[in-house]
């Protein structure tokens, strides 16, 4: 056999098969119906056997849709003609064809014009009707397989491309047509999705169908249901007890409707797109969710949508899982070519909170509104993992507040080094009077916050895991009064709270400040604690620094403001303050860092023991192996004109001050 320009010559031992025969049976048949199949069509080599006729790296192409394949084999099958596709493609480019109609008078017309009439696709339903009586009168069934076939363009929506590892299509004559497909779709950036699919009498309205679906190793999706040419139907089984009811139509509108639906079977796809901080294993769901594609567009509706069993695990928000009992959602979202948008309502138990936003133009616009809802069920519906040290508080009073963000989003992590710009690039307004609206009636167990007001015992573990004790109260071993360490009272002040004679326990405007820095930077650099919130963590909460504990820290500094008086909270802080490795207080600070005692401390001395506040452990390691850098003196000096300049030293101070070198004690050092 060879083959050369448009002619074949084939050599062929014996007689022709079944297939040659029927092959032209259906050629004859298509010229009958006058239809035209606008394709071309190109092979390496061809076979013909007793099997059939088997064409090598083909290559098929009409209108949109191009076909290869290693290997597209025709031949007899149990009891019937098949057509085998093996290793190839399917493509679709710039969408699926459009289906072409035509009539006997819109032919005639056509004609009449001078005009062709359009080619049915793939030979049309005039062809594939008279093969369909030609395979009857032969009593001969219809089949077509596929195996390691990719489709490209070919699947709707976000699924990027998909892969068939195995599909039979099987005509019987007179009778039904039977599908089963085994096959992967990967929509982009998401988990593949393993399929497969078994469906009876597609060529009827409704076709039924069954089959199930996998995200990687999740639990699988069992479904069963019909399609009537216009809309897919289906009842998805998603666990021991809960269904799901999908509905698709064909112009692009989707419904899914949930009663107790398990989403295990989704913790694949959950990851992907949010990570595995939000844990969905023994999540359960019900309500209903609408999405339809127009345009471009994509609306996308829950009304409403409950889940329970919702897991969040981070180190950022909490030491602890954080288990969700009934979150709950009804918003409608849309994205376009334009931008996108967003509208609704999130619950969890009791509490609701209201939220909007619109990324347009580059730009994000965020809104948040918590309605007037009382403080004790702001507690109550918290999660516990979120507030363990303040279970058993009561509160008394109403909290309403608002959250509103207005930024450009190229200003993301668009400063990752250097010194940030003065100017915030957008506009951020937080409404939260937390201090006075809600007034804690009964402190938890263990938080004695009015028991400050006199002698307090601290009770701390130290790194070798034993309880210590300490009492803060004038007289006791290493304790100093703040009428005996103003200066470093001023230094601490002065670097971490410059406004703490004034503020209730909250310093908004840091708070922005440190929001500007972090999303210039592109990460989590500066906070925003005052010094009541730090010495309510010393206290309580401990030295972890998330999500949970700057809540709880914000409701006991909230309860200290409200019950003790400033210049007690000072005082209590420069006692408790950690400035060295299980050094703690300025006195044994003092003494550790300048082997003296804090009534004795210089300016810069005083400064550089606020200076490690941020980091006592790393700093003072590092500070006493190498010495202090110049650049750390050189910011003493600048805290050291602060402090003259709130009023904290005399100018000849400051300048007497600047003149001093700042040595650490040897005796301390390692």
Known sequence: MRLSGRRLHVRVAGRLSAAVVVGLGLAAAERTARTKLAARTGATSLDVDATGLAAHDIAVEHGRFRLEAARLHLGPWTDGLGVTVTGGRLAVRDGPPKRQEATASGDEAARAAGDEPPAPAFGGPAALAAARRFLDRLGLSLGLAATDLDLEGVTPGPVSDAHVHALSIRRAPGGAIDLRALGRLAPAGLPALDVRLRAHKVHAAPAVFSGDARFEAAPRLAASGTFDGATLSADVQTGAHGMAHLSVSRDGGVTLSLDDASLAPLAPLVRALVGRALGVQAARASGRVHAAWAGGDLRI?????????????????SDAPVDLDTVTLE??????????????????????????????????????????????????????????????????????????LDLPLDAVGSVPEGPTPPDPPGRLRVELPFSTSCVMTTPPPGVDVAGLNGPYVHRFRGDDGRLRRRVLAPGEDGYLPLDQARLTAAALVTMEDARFWDHDGFDRKQMERAFWHNLLRGRIERGASTITQQLARNLWLGGDRTLARKLEEAVLAAHLEQVVDKRRILEAYLNVIELGPEVYGVEAAARYHFGRSARRLEVLEALYLASLAPAPRALSARHHARGIPPAWIDRLRTQARRMALHGFLSWDAYRAAVRRAVRLAARSAG
């Open 301 to 317: 509706e829950l009304a409403p949508l409950s889940v329970h069993g919702l897991r969040v695990e981070h180190h950022r928000i």
């Open 331 to 404: 918003a409608v979202a849309w994205a376009g070519p334009t931008g996108r948008s967003l509208a609704g309502t999130v619950s969890h138990g009791p509490i609701t909170v209201e939220v909007s936003a619109r990324q347009r133009a580059g730009r994000l616009r965020a809104f948040a509104l918590l309605p007037p809802t009382p403080c004790q069920t702001l507690l109550d519906g918290a999660p516990p993992a979120l507030v363990p040290h303040l279970a058993g508080a009561s509160f008394t009073g109403t909290l309403a507040g608002s959250f509103d």
